[in-house]
């Protein structure tokens, strides 16, 4: 485990905090002329997903956590609870909280590969939250069909994708097209 000096702890960066994982999401380092500098973050915890600030001096550091990806298999969804298993071993099954899964609920394939974040704590392994790529396929399985002359929308309809999330597409996106998502932003790239 490395420890980082308070002007390291950066965007994206993995620290423990309060003996739980947070991901930094903002930094800035302020520099007045009466006081030392400080770091002043806001920490994501990976743990129960609240976002809080926090302040850290010249003297503090934290401990970055030992964070390490794994890919598993998405297998199914049930009253909040996502289920996964190893996909070299169907029988090696865990659940994440919709909570730690967060919008990426939306993106998620039956079957297909995907990566978690495990934290090692002190040796005992915890799953903490899915990562999934930023572009993603997905068959549409309902589109309206395009209406002509119909621009009132600006040419946006809504569809369905296979796995029943449904989003905002251009009016030629039609039922058995493949397209890209933005797995980050939830819109639209291209059809493939």
Same mark, same amino acid.
């Given at each position: 485990?490395?420890?980082?000096?308070?002007?390291?702890?950066?965007?994206?960066?993995?620290?423990?905090?309060?003996?739980?994982?947070?991901?930094?999401?903002?930094?800035?380092?302020?520099?007045?002329?009466?006081?030392?500098?400080?770091?002043?973050?806001?920490?994501?915890?990976?743990?129960?997903?609240?976002?809080?600030?926090?302040?850290?001096?010249?003297?503090?550091?934290?401990?970055?956590?030992?964070?390490?990806?794994?890919?598993?298999?998405?297998?199914?969804?049930?009253?909040?609870?996502?289920?996964?298993?190893?996909?070299?071993?169907?029988?090696?099954?865990?659940?994440?909280?919709?909570?730690?899964?967060?919008?990426?609920?939306?993106?998620?394939?039956?079957?297909?590969? *995907?990566?978690?974040?495990?934290?090692?704590?002190?040796?005992?392994?915890?799953?903490?939250?899915?990562?999934?790529?930023?572009?993603?396929?997905?068959?549409?399985?309902?589109?309206?069909?395009?209406?002509?002359?119909?621009?009132?929308?600006?040419?946006?309809?809504?569809?369905?994708?296979?796995?029943?999330?449904?989003?905002?597409?251009?009016?030629?996106?039609?039922?058995?097209?493949?397209?890209?998502?933005?797995?980050? *932003?939830?819109?639209?790239?291209?059809?493939?």
């Amino acid at each position: 485990m490395s420890q980082l000096q308070y002007s390291e702890i950066r965007e994206k960066k993995i620290i423990i905090h309060n003996d739980e994982p947070c991901m930094v999401v903002e930094s800035h380092v302020a520099r007045t002329q009466q006081r030392k500098p400080q770091n002043q973050v806001k920490l994501k915890s990976l743990i129960s997903g609240k976002v809080f600030p926090a302040t850290f001096h010249v003297a503090d550091s934290a401990d970055e956590a030992d964070i390490q990806k794994r890919e598993v298999t998405f297998l199914y969804a049930n009253r909040g609870e996502y289920w996964f298993c190893d996909p070299n071993d169907k029988a090696n099954r865990f659940k994440l909280d919709a909570s730690l899964i967060g919008t990426a609920a939306k993106f998620l394939k039956q079957n297909s590969n *995907t990566t978690v974040l495990v934290w090692d704590n002190d040796g005992e392994e915890v799953n903490i939250s899915v990562d999934l790529p930023i572009k993603m396929e997905f068959k549409v399985k309902e589109a309206p069909p395009a209406v002509r002359g119909d621009t009132s929308k600006g040419g946006i309809k809504v569809i369905t994708l296979e796995n029943g999330t449904t989003i905002n597409a251009p009016m030629f996106v039609a039922e058995g097209d493949t397209i890209r998502i933005n797995t980050e *932003t939830g819109e639209y790239v291209e059809r493939v």
